[in-house]
């Protein structure tokens, strides 16, 4: 089944894991499946579609305790989705109301349940509660295995997948990780889910290539189709020219030789040719992550997002938990530091059990240390278990979302009052960490010189900093392409920052995706930047290019950048200078 | 409503009323001969069906109401009502 014109098309998604691969593309949605015929029935015939539609239920039981049979121990959490899924079968909503259209409507079981599940679905999507909300996943997935036994579609079976292939979803569902044999996988392309879904955490953390949230892979591609991920881009390469292959095997090469090359220096300290120690960090946002950043030679963490503790579960997590999951942290990285950040729930990650969060403009509205400060109960059952856990290891505190000097002031008596109450209590813990902000509200970057004087240090987040300087959504596609890091503006913010930071002798770091760009580190180091934190995965290229770059140099080259007037300016002067450090890992690339 | 075949109940189980446990109450409210049902501020739901309790949306604290419409279903009444207090044994 080759594709008759074999156009070149690229489609554009979210870069859920990086590097790079080719392959064959292996569809995992259930064609046929969305196509439901509608015919009527005789009379006399009923009860033969009822039972017709028993066994299809029953089948899809018997498959589901099957595969929670032969669910590893480790994957329990889903398992227990699955037991959901198996009760949901038989259903009242579902299965009743299903044969009693049957019965009365004298329509075939496939259409019965399609308008069954067409009722039930919305009365679960339109609840305000992020929690059954989700229900209607469940409903679809429950009805999908029904409706596979009834239309008689094969059904793929990633468990049978013999060949490496490029697997091609709309969506992985957990009971579909679960079944998968990841060996087998070359990379993820799925039309939703961003990089917290649930295959982009199991692509990270195998080191797969993932594109995801691509919109309309599998409808764009064909199963056998050769493919291209590039999962540092976000970008598939469909029915690739034998230039673009070609090239691509190149770049592929290139990029693995670098990365084993610069994986075996990445655990020496990143040093400039003129000696200044840069210390380069990890992001991570579940405690097994540890083990990437420590692999990647990462100094320490430079941000711990804490919202994962806080996800996908009904209620809000004890300090206990959360205690055993900072010391779990803790213990693997020893000595060298742990920039917890407290809790930051906003818009895109909505905590399920929060009821009243339902905001015209999340971005703007109750979330991170605002959240925190009107629920000081929830905030001080954290800071609990940071105190002590900080007890166990090299910690740092990380306040988010602060964009006046009273927010700072608040959430430090809180942490003063819970500091006071373990004292009490007689529970270990410490107290003596270093407290700093989150650099991301342009108010923040205006006011540093007053927030300095209470706080040890400054982290600058790029992402949520550029977005509302600039005023731009970057989830929103008209407006995406003005999401501008190198944005003189952008620009004028980080030194501003570090500048003041300097003056009040604290440092400031960067945490944000801009900092995982070996391509931009001369530019953060000229900008004063003290520390640079990033996915794990980037590491070593960051390691790799710091070493290329002599501080001393930067003077004129930083004179000239400020000098701009537009981020594309910015763009080609940095590309111009420091373009060898990229080079290295992709020569082919190299201009002029 | 015949209030002698009917009991308020607070949801006391700190996730309240979510898969699992909407699934214990369906199991039990199965066995009636007659019909059983929750309402909440007006709205019921078939106890029987796990999903129709789960539309009633009930986190911990709420109230509600469960009523059996045949009078021989009165003890599965009392044990729903001792689940329900019983926070669903989590």
């Not at chain 1, 196509?35 to 579609?49: D, H, L, T």
């Not at chain 1, 003290?530 to 070593?540: H, T």
Request: charged share 25%; hydrophobic share 40%.
């Amino acid at each position: 089944m080759e594709n008759q014109d074999h156009q070149e098309i690229i489609l554009r998604g979210i870069g859920g894991s990086p590097g790079i691969c080719i392959g064959k593309a292996y569809l995992v949605d259930k064609e046929g499946v969305d196509v439901v015929k509608k015919y009527y029935i005789r009379k006399e015939s009923r009860p033969a579609e009822v039972g017709r539609f028993k066994t299809a239920v029953k089948k899809a039981r018997e498959a589901l305790r099957r595969i929670i049979e032969n669910t590893p121990e480790e994957f329990r959490q889903h398992a227990q989705i699955l037991e959901t899924h198996m009760l949901l079968l038989e259903d009242k909503m579902l299965y009743d109301r299903t044969i009693e259209v049957i019965e009365k409507e004298r329509v075939n079981a496939e259409w019965a349940l399609k308008k069954v599940v067409a009722l039930v679905k919305p009365m679960f999507e339109n609840m305000s509660d992020d929690y059954l909300k989700q229900r209607a996943e469940d409903i679809t997935h429950v009805s999908d295995r029904i409706m596979e036994n009834l239309v008689g579609a094969d059904q793929v079976n990633i468990a049978r997948i013999d060949k490496r292939v490029i697997l091609v979803a709309r969506d992985l569902s957990p009971a579909e990780t679960s079944q998968i044999q990841l060996e087998r996988i070359k990379g993820f392309v799925t039309n939703r889910g961003g990089r917290a879904s649930h295959t982009g955490i199991i692509a990270r953390t195998l080191e797969i290539p993932a594109v995801l949230g691509v919109g309309n892979a599998t409808l764009t591609i064909k199963n056998d189709d050769i493919i291209i991920v590039d999962g540092e881009a976000g970008i598939v390469v469909v029915n690739p020219t034998e230039q673009t292959l070609l090239e691509t095997e190149e770049r592929r090469e290139h990029y693995e030789i670098q990365k084993a090359l610069m994986a075996r220096k990445s655990h020496l300290p990143a040093r400039t040719r003129d000696g200044v120690r840069i210390s380069v960090m990890g992001n991570i946002e579940l405690p097994e992550e540890v083990v990437s950043v420590l692999d990647h030679g990462g100094d320490g963490i430079g941000l711990y997002r804490t919202e994962f503790q806080y996800l996908s579960r009904p209620d809000f997590p004890g300090e206990e938990m959360l205690f055993e999951n900072y010391k779990d942290v803790l213990d693997v990285m020893g000595k060298h530091p742990v920039t917890i950040r407290t809790l930051d729930i906003n818009g895109d990650k909505a905590v399920n059990y929060i009821r009243d969060n339902h905001e015209l403009n999340p971005a703007l509205g109750l979330r991170a240390i605002r959240y925190c400060l009107q629920k000081p109960e929830i905030f001080k059952t954290q800071l609990r278990a940071i105190l002590r856990a900080a007890a166990f290891g090299n910690v740092r505190i990380l306040i988010p979302m602060i964009s006046g000097i009273e927010e700072v002031e608040q959430a430090i008596d809180l942490l003063d009052e819970a500091a006071r109450c373990l004292e009490k209590q007689g529970v270990p813990h410490n107290r003596e960490v270093p407290v700093g902000i989150m650099i991301e509200v342009p108010s923040a970057v205006v006011t540093a010189d007053i927030l300095a004087e209470k706080v040890d240090f400054f982290s600058i987040g790029t992402n949520d900093l550029i977005q509302y300087t600039l005023a731009i959504d970057r989830g929103n596609r008209h407006v995406a392409h003005l999401h501008q890091p190198l944005h003189p503006a952008i620009l004028r913010m980080i030194k501003r920052t570090c500048d003041v930071g300097r003056e009040k002798g604290i440092k400031t770091y960067m945490c944000g995706e801009m900092a995982g760009e070996p391509l931009f580190a001369p530019l953060l180091l000229g900008l004063g930047v003290d520390e640079l934190s990033m996915n794990p995965q980037a590491i070593p290229m960051v390691k790799n290019a710091i070493r290329s770059i002599n501080t001393e140099d930067l003077g004129d080259f930083m004179d000239a950048v400020m000098r701009l007037t537009t981020a594309s300016e910015v763009q080609v002067l940095v590309e111009r200078h420091f373009g060898a450090v990229v080079s290295k890992i992709e020569p082919e690339q190299q201009e002029q | 409503m015949n209030t002698a075949q009917s009991k308020t109940i607070r949801i006391v189980n700190d996730l309240g009323l979510h898969a699992r446990s909407a699934a214990k109450l369906a199991k039990l409210a199965a066995q009636a001969g007659g019909g059983v049902w929750i309402m909440k501020n007006g709205s019921t739901a078939d106890a029987t069906s796990m999903l129709d309790i789960l539309t009633l949306a009930c986190p911990k604290g709420t109230e509600i109401t469960v009523s059996v419409d045949d009078e021989a279903d009165l003890d599965i009444l009392e044990h729903i009502a001792a689940l329900v207090r019983s926070g669903f044994g989590e």
